[in-house]
């Protein structure tokens, strides 16, 4: 037992004793031990203002939550190979990594094998893979393992097309691999299979450089669940050493209907408000492996709700990351009617609990009118860091999300009937270093933030802060008391009116903070500024910024 669990238990121990002795002495000094359940032990690691869990008190600012912004008007990555027929970045089916080892970013993505309209049964799906030293310029490999026309392609597996040769390095020559989804294992039991996919139908396969696969002897299982829904997202926990997947049940939405309930013969069923035995709608599952071959039962963490999703919005799917302690994920909102889907910010304190941010408005949206990216847009992989920006790429159409599926309905639409207006393609969209939300005053008061007592092996405090034309901001700290320490009052800051998303807060030119791993506060001051995160650094540990392919 450490220390903090001792004193913890301890606490709890006396407590009782106290109450079943009745000793109202014995309850003081527990009282003034100097502990208490609103002090936060924060690490070193960055602190968001996304929610007021951190916040005393505030004055005269106001959360604004920011979206990604698109870089440039096409996307980075499209089809421009022969061999390539349709490409299929949607939730799921496309994943962007940064390898740790080389530096490059690297993207597995479908090729559906769609050739008309209509006709998804008959598709012939496998991975190819592209690689990239930027994020913006993309290469695609020549590998010798599917050949085309005799030439290499970087196709690393699935079914061969007419025309096509595999080598013996193609694992599934004549077989479908969809929904696949790559994630780097940072502690693989050996060096081949520091790389890992799961698909569908449902398999495993591991690899040592991404690019040559092995399948796993044994295909995964779900507990008691027999069946998967066809969108799968993958993050690491690195706490608990955990594969964590993000899925959906593949009946979740086949209830039976009652036969007072009208319903027409469409790609989806009716949903009746109010009876979750006839749910019908989309919605996050999530399920936990350490080998990533035997999963837990799937669990509903995250459920349209009918006070506040609108009638026909579905949960399509879920990345998930995580910056510091706050989990964040990147939730596809399916527009049933509309046939399109954006993009919802949620995040969680423990990542099984999750708040809508911005009260549900979309983090990432199409972009509309005869754009590549039109009408629908989704983001699988997690932020990537590149210098002060996080890298978003997402996955997008110009085309909706079922009319060139809805064969049988024989659906009087352009893209029911062609193809190639449903091209899919994968741009990337960047926001500032954990650049979510801010605490913002207005531009003619001044204000001012505290937050709860925190304690930081740290010897130096960051902000990561922008302040417009005229404005600044200046930063003390306090004791549990509310007494400034000495060296770090107000008027000693060194007043900071720049952009920054890493200012080290200084006072007279002295950055060390007394009494570190102490309780204090920290007070902002702000004029026509705002305020992202914070975190101290220095001292015995390190903090986490946004989750990366390894630690």
């Given at each position: 037992?450490?220390?903090?669990?001792?004193?913890?238990?301890?606490?709890?121990?006396?407590?009782?004793v106290?109450?079943?002795?009745?000793?109202?002495?014995?309850?003081?000094?527990?009282?003034?031990s100097?502990?208490?359940?609103?002090?936060?032990?924060?690490?070193?690691e960055?602190?968001?203002?996304?929610?007021?869990?951190?916040?005393?008190?505030?004055?005269?600012?106001?959360?604004?939550?920011?979206?990604?912004?698109?870089?440039?008007?096409?996307?980075v990555?499209?089809?421009?190979?022969?061999?390539?027929?349709?490409?299929?970045?949607?939730?799921?089916?496309?994943?962007?990594?940064?390898?740790?080892?080389?530096?490059?970013?690297k993207c597995?993505?479908?090729?559906?094998?769609?050739?008309?309209?209509?006709?998804?049964?008959?598709?012939?799906?496998?991975?190819?893979?592209?690689e990239?030293?930027?994020?913006?310029h993309?290469?695609?490999?020549?590998?010798?393992?599917?050949?085309?026309?005799?030439?290499p392609?970087?196709?690393?597996g699935?079914?061969?097309?007419?025309?096509e040769?595999?080598?013996d390095?193609?694992?599934?020559?004549k077989?479908?691999?969809?929904?696949?989804?790559?994630?780097?294992?940072?502690?693989?039991?050996?060096?081949?299979?520091?790389?890992r996919?799961?698909f569908?139908?449902?398999?495993?396969?591991?690899?040592?450089?991404?690019?040559?696969?092995?399948?796993?002897?044994?295909p995964?299982?779900?507990?008691s669940?027999?069946?998967?829904?066809?969108?799968i997202?993958?993050?690491?926990?690195?706490d608990?050493?955990?594969?964590?997947?993000?899925?959906?049940?593949g009946?979740?939405?086949?209830?039976?209907?009652?036969?007072?309930?009208?319903?027409?013969?469409?790609?989806?069923?009716?949903?009746?408000?109010?009876?979750?035995?006839?749910m019908?709608?989309?919605r996050?599952?999530?399920?936990?492996?350490h080998?990533?071959?035997?999963?837990?039962?799937?669990v509903?963490?995250?459920?349209?709700?009918?006070?506040?999703?609108?009638?026909?919005d579905?949960?399509?799917?879920?990345?998930?990351?995580q910056?510091?302690?706050?989990?964040?994920?990147?939730?596809?909102?399916?527009?049933?009617?509309?046939?399109?889907?954006?993009?919802?910010?949620?995040?969680?304190?423990?990542?099984?609990?999750?708040?809508?941010?911005?009260?549900?408005?979309?983090?990432?949206?199409p972009?509309g009118?005869?754009?590549?990216?039109?009408?629908?847009?989704?983001?699988?992989?997690?932020?990537?860091?590149?210098g002060?920006?996080?890298?978003?790429f997402?996955?997008?159409?110009?085309?909706?999300?079922?009319?060139?599926?809805?064969?049988?309905?024989?659906?009087?639409?352009?893209e029911?009937?062609?193809?190639?207006?449903?091209r899919?393609a994968?741009?990337?969209?960047?926001?500032?270093?954990?650049g979510?939300?801010?605490?913002?005053?207005g531009?003619?008061?001044?204000?001012?933030?505290?937050?709860?007592?925190?304690?930081?092996?740290g010897t130096?405090?960051?902000?990561?802060?922008?302040?417009?034309?005229?404005?600044?901001?200046?930063?003390?700290?306090?004791?549990?008391?509310?007494?400034t320490?000495?060296?770090?009052?107000?008027?000693?800051?060194?007043?900071?009116?720049?952009?920054?998303?890493r200012?080290?807060?200084?006072?007279?030119?002295?950055?060390?903070?007394?009494?570190?791993?102490?309780?204090?506060?920290?007070?902002?001051?702000?004029?026509k500024?705002?305020?992202?995160?914070?975190?101290?650094d220095?001292?015995?540990a390190?903090?986490?910024?946004?989750?990366?392919?390894?630690?």
């Open positions: 037992m450490n220390p903090r669990q001792f004193i913890r238990h301890s606490t709890v121990l006396l407590f009782v106290g109450v079943l002795a009745g000793s109202p002495v014995l309850l003081a000094q527990i009282n003034d100097g502990f208490d359940s609103t002090h936060l032990h924060i690490a070193n960055t602190q968001l203002f996304v929610d007021n869990w951190i916040i005393e008190s505030a004055q005269g600012v106001t959360r604004r939550w920011h979206k990604p912004v698109r870089h440039g008007n096409k996307p990555l499209e089809k421009d190979k022969p061999w390539e027929i349709f490409p299929y970045f949607s939730y799921a089916d496309y994943q962007v990594l940064r390898d740790s080892k080389d530096k490059l970013f597995w993505y479908e090729d559906g094998g769609l050739e008309k309209a209509g006709d998804w049964r008959n598709s012939h799906s496998r991975v190819l893979y592209a990239s030293r930027d994020g913006i993309w290469e695609k490999p020549e590998l010798d393992i599917v050949r085309h026309k005799g030439k392609t970087n196709i690393v699935g079914y061969a097309m007419p025309g040769e595999s080598s390095k193609n694992p599934w020559p077989r479908k691999i969809h929904g696949q989804v790559v994630i780097i294992d940072p502690n693989p039991p050996s060096p081949e299979y520091r790389f996919m799961i569908f139908p449902l398999g495993c396969a591991h690899s040592a450089d991404g690019k040559h696969w092995i399948p796993d002897a044994e995964p299982n779900f507990g669940s027999t069946h998967l829904g066809d969108v997202t993958l993050w690491y926990d690195n608990s050493r955990d594969f964590v997947m993000n899925t959906r049940k009946i979740m939405a086949r209830t039976a209907t009652p036969e007072t309930h009208p319903r027409l013969k469409q790609f989806t069923r009716p949903y009746a408000p109010r009876r979750p035995d006839l019908n709608l989309r996050i599952y999530q399920t936990r492996s080998d990533f071959i035997h999963w837990s039962d799937p509903p963490i995250l459920t349209p709700m009918d006070d506040f999703d609108n009638i026909d579905e949960y399509y799917g879920m990345g998930q990351f910056v510091g302690r706050m989990h964040f994920g990147t939730l596809g909102i399916f527009r049933k009617a509309d046939n399109e889907r954006d993009v919802r910010l949620v995040f969680s304190r423990d990542g099984v609990r999750w708040c809508h941010a911005d009260r549900g408005t979309p983090f990432f949206t972009s009118g005869k754009n590549w990216d039109a009408h629908m847009v989704s983001i699988v992989p997690a932020p990537i860091e590149v002060d920006e996080l890298y978003f997402h996955g997008s159409t110009a085309g909706h999300h079922d009319y060139w599926l809805g064969g049988r309905e024989k659906l009087d639409h352009p029911a009937r062609d193809i190639s207006l449903t899919f994968m741009g990337l969209a960047t926001l500032r270093r954990d979510f939300a801010s605490l913002d005053t531009d003619v008061r001044p204000g001012v933030l505290s937050t709860r007592p925190v304690s930081s092996p130096t405090l960051f902000i990561n802060a922008r302040c417009r034309e005229g404005g600044s901001i200046r930063v003390t700290l306090t004791d549990i008391n509310g007494k320490l000495e060296g770090c009052e107000l008027e000693k800051c060194d007043v900071f009116t720049g952009d920054n998303v200012h080290k807060v200084t006072w007279q030119g002295r950055d060390t903070i007394p009494a570190a791993g102490s309780f204090r506060r920290i007070v902002v001051h702000l004029k500024a705002e305020i992202f995160s914070f975190r101290f220095g001292g015995k390190s903090g986490k910024g946004p989750a990366q392919d390894e630690p």
